[in-house]
């Protein structure tokens, strides 16, 4: 049974992140989503948040919901998994993924990491912005699914 890891910080969880689980379940029979968890930063959404929040949008049992402190090969390695997938929006972001796919090939010659173009509706969608927009009170309706919006309104406020 091909599984697949889709690693990422979803911080939210966008639209554009659901249309590449989604079609990684076309290619693959189960994917888990996991979640980088990184001390260096601080996280708008918990850990356990964003596992609720990506739960709640995805009703899909062939998906998968953990996180992962440390490198991402060493995950893929302990789940015993050969297939990382990243999407890729801009060609900005293929400069940094060829980066990481290599590293990670180095560093786990078993691994292959495969490569989806996000679709043209999200192309511009990245969390960080969508946080940015919904900080300053902006409808993110539309970029996120209807339960991280809510969770964005709670989040922001609490802040003001």
């Given at each position: 049974m091909p599984v697949a890891?889709?690693?990422?910080?979803?911080?939210?969880l966008t639209n554009g992140h659901l249309s590449l689980i989604q079609r990684?379940?076309?290619?693959f029979d189960k994917v888990i989503v996991a979640i980088a968890?990184?001390?260096?930063?601080?996280?708008?959404?918990?850990?356990?948040?964003?596992?609720?929040l990506i739960r709640d949008a995805v009703k899909d049992d062939r998906v998968e919901v953990d996180a992962f402190h440390g490198l991402l090969v060493d995950y893929v390695k302990r789940r015993g998994v050969n297939v990382i997938v990243r999407g890729l929006r801009a060609v900005s972001d293929f400069e940094y993924e060829f980066q990481l796919a290599n590293m990670n090939r180095k560093l786990a010659?078993?691994?292959?990491?495969?490569?989806m173009m996000t679709g043209e509706?999200?192309?511009?969608?990245?969390?960080?912005?969508?946080?940015?927009?919904?900080s300053f009170g902006g409808d993110v309706t539309g970029l996120v699914p209807p339960?991280?919006?809510?969770g964005l309104q709670a989040k922001f406020a609490r802040k003001t």
């Open positions: 890891i889709y690693p990422g910080s979803f911080d939210p990684s379940l076309k290619m968890v990184n001390p260096k930063k601080t996280p708008l959404f918990t850990e356990d948040e964003r596992r609720d010659p078993t691994v292959e990491t495969v490569f509706d999200y192309f511009y969608i990245s969390s960080q912005l969508v946080r940015e927009v919904a339960n991280v919006h809510a």
